[in-house]
C-alpha cells in the first residue's frame, strides 16, 4: 500500500493534537521583530504574538519558504520510498507555494510528490491538511487524494472580519482615508479569499456585535451540505466570540466537529488582535 506523507506550513493552525495524531510535517514560517527572527508556533506562540503587536510601533516582518528549504524538507521526505503531498498557502498571500512548485522542479519529481496551493490560509488550510491525513490512513493513493483536495478546495470558504484596519493599512492592503473613516465609523470590513486566494471584501458592517451576526447569515448564503462538516473557527484572542460561534455551528448548523485555533503570527501580522475567521464547504465557487 502507499504511504503518503502530508507537509504544511504553520500558517495552518492546526491544533497539536491534530499534527501529533497524524504525523503532520509542519514548516514554520518565520516573523521578524524588529530585527529578531522568531518560528511561528515554536518561539512564538500566538498569545505571545499578540501581546507583542500590542506594543510594537513597526508591523513585523514575514517571510516565506525559500524553494532550497522546501527541496531539502520534501527530499527527505521522499528518501524512504513514500509519497508526498505538499499543502501550502494560498499563492494569493505568499510567495511559498510558487517556490514549492520550483522546489518540486528541482527534484524533478511529480508522479511521487505532489503540491497544492490551498488558495487559503490558517483553519482552511488546516481542514485541507487535514482531511489528506485522514485519506492517507484511510490508504487512498496519492493521485486519489489530491483529486479530493481539489474538490474541497473549490467549496472551501475563508470568510473573516477583522476589529480595527490599522494592521491592514499597515501592510498596504489599504488606504489611510479608508481606514481613517473606518475607525471613525467603527466599520468592521467582512472579507474573504475570493477563487483565485486573494483578499476581498464581500460586505462592510458598522459594530463588531453586526459584523458577528453577518458572518452568520453568510454561512447561511454559502454553506451547502453542512450537516456532519467539520469546520474550523480561528481567531485573534478573543475566546467568547469563538465560544458563541461553536455553538452556532452545532446547533444551527449540525456540524460533526468545529476546530479552532488562534490566528498565527505570519496572518495575524496583517488582520490584528480580534480578529474572527470561519472557514466551512458550501456552494462550488468554480463551475466546470
Known amino acids: 500500500m502507499e504511504k503518503v506523507k502530508i507537509i504544511t506550513d ?13 504525523a503532520i510535517t509542519v514548516l514554520p514560517m518565520i516573523t521578524s521583530f524588529s530585527g529578531v527572527d522568531y518560528r511561528d508556533g515554536v ?18 516582518h514575514t517571510s516565506q ?10 527530499r527527505e521526505a521522499l528518501a524512504d520510498g513514500s509519497s508526498v503531498i505538499a499543502i501550502h498557502l494560498s499563492s494569493g498571500l505568499s510567495g511559498t507555494a510558487q517556490n514549492a512548485f520550483l522546489a518540486q522542479e528541482m527534484l524533478g519529481e511529480k508522479k511521487r510528490l505532489a503540491v497544492l496551493d490551498s488558495l487559503s490560509g490558517s483553519l482552511g488550510q488546516g481542514l485541507l491538511a487535514l482531511r489528506a491525513a485522514e485519506l492517507a490512513e484511510a490508504g487512498l493513493p496519492l493521485a486519489e487524494i489530491v483529486m479530493e483536495l481539489e474538490g474541497m478546495r473549490n467549496r472551501l470558504y475563508s470568510i473573516f472580519m477583522v476589529d480595527t484596519l490599522k494592521y491592514l493599512l499597515k501592510g498596504g492592503r489599504i488606504n489611510r482615508i479608508q481606514a481613517t473613516m473606518g475607525s471613525l465609523l467603527d466599520i468592521k470590513p467582512i ?11 464581500l460586505d462592510k458592517v458598522r459594530g463588531r456585535k453586526a459584523s458577528l451576526r453577518r458572518l452568520v447569515a453568510l454561512v447561511e448564503e454559502f454553506g451547502q451540505d453542512l450537516n456532519g462538516q467539520t469546520v474550523g473557527i480561528s481567531d485573534g ?22 476546530i479552532t485555533r488562534e490566528i498565527g503570527a505570519v496572518i495575524g501580522t496583517h488582520t490584528g488582535p480580534g480578529a474572527i475567521a470561519i472557514f466551512f464547504q458550501g456552494k462550488p465557487k468554480r463551475v466546470n
Not at 43 to 60: G, K, N
Not at 191 to 201: A, S, T
Not at 239 to 248: H, K, L, R, Y
Request: with cysteine; net charge negative.
Open 43 to 60: 518561539d512564538l506562540t500566538a498569545v505571545q504574538f499578540y501581546q507583542r503587536m500590542a506594543t510594537c510601533t513597526e508591523l513585523p
Open 10 to 22: 504553520s500558517t495552518a493552525d492546526l491544533p497539536r493534537e491534530i499534527i501529533k495524531r497524524y
Open 237 to 258: 484572542v478573543c475566546p467568547d466570540d469563538v465560544q458563541q460561534f461553536q455553538e452556532i455551528f452545532r446547533t444551527r448548523f449540525g456540524v460533526k466537529e468545529v
Open 191 to 201: 472579507l474573504h479569499l475570493n477563487p483565485e486566494g486573494k483578499i476581498d471584501q
Open 65 to 74: 519558504h525559500s524553494p532550497q528549504i522546501l527541496y531539502e524538507t520534501y
